[in-house]
């Protein structure tokens, strides 16, 4: 298993500002994920983390607005950029352990709960 | 596309009651199934998983069978606790698909009454 932490926990930030959210994995894992979660819904896949190179975005999201950092295989990094209260969510980091084909276990982090006002 | 379709909460229990949370998926491939719990505060925990049809997974005293037959992975507890409340989502994953992407379902509130 793997046991990820993330800071700040939570916080609230101003419109026009940016927060960089740090996530760190106590284990290696093979992939790195972040997601946002608004209120209510389900979780919404950010993009992947790779490790020195560029993240992989979904659609809908842009890296000048999350700009994300994976400098090692335990660290990463999530900024949300320019801020406005739309982007009030939790932001959760997750990590995935490898396996067998089909074997794999994903796990997140506590979540970083941001308000804009 | 991949989907996945939970029963729409909240769902309200007494305390030793019997619970059910329905999940059906829709999925090209052969996927992994999961289920996820999210205490109030909290980040999402693995709860159970199951990798391929028929398999069950187990864990804290719930339950769900992959059934490939039905698409279903309903999540079952025999006899549930206040300690269960939570928000429940279940979700899908098709090996060697998108390589980030644990498709969630909407997530299903579950409140338990002493």
């Known amino acids: 298993s793997a046991v990820i932490s993330q800071k700040p926990s939570r916080d609230i930030c101003q419109r026009g500002t940016s927060l960089t959210i740090q996530c760190q994995v106590d284990?290696?894992?093979?992939?790195m994920f972040w997601y946002r979660q608004q209120p209510g819904q389900s979780l919404t896949l950010i993009a992947t983390a790779n490790q020195g190179s560029e993240a992989t975005y979904e659609s809908g999201f842009v890296i000048d607005k999350f700009p994300i950092s994976r400098p090692n295989l335990t660290f990463s990094t999530l900024t949300v950029s320019n801020m406005s209260p739309e982007d009030s969510s939790i932001y959760l980091c997750?990590?995935?352990?490898?396996?067998?084909?089909?074997?794999?276990?994903?796990?997140f982090g506590p979540g970083t709960r941001l308000t804009v006002t | 596309g991949d989907s996945v379709t939970q029963m729409e909460g909240p769902v309200t229990l007494s305390e030793e009651a019997f619970l059910t949370i329905n999940c059906t998926y829709t999925?090209?491939?052969?996927?992994?199934l999961f289920w996820y719990v999210q205490y109030p505060g909290e980040g999402l925990q693995l709860l159970l998983k199951a990798t391929k049809a028929d398999d069950k997974g187990s864990n804290k005293g719930f339950e769900a069978t992959y059934r490939k037959e039905t698409t279903s992975f309903h999540l079952e507890k025999g006899s549930v606790q206040v300690s269960d409340s939570a928000v429940y989502f279940c979700?899908?994953?098709?090996?060697?698909?998108?390589?980030?992407?644990?498709?969630f379902g909407k997530g299903t509130k579950l409140s338990v009454k002493p």
């Open positions: 999925a090209t491939g052969y996927p992994s």
């Open positions: 997750s990590g995935r352990t490898s396996g067998r084909a089909n074997s794999y276990e994903q796990y």
């Open positions: 284990s290696q894992v093979t992939m």
């Open positions: 979700a899908l994953h098709l090996y060697g698909g998108s390589q980030g992407n644990l498709i």
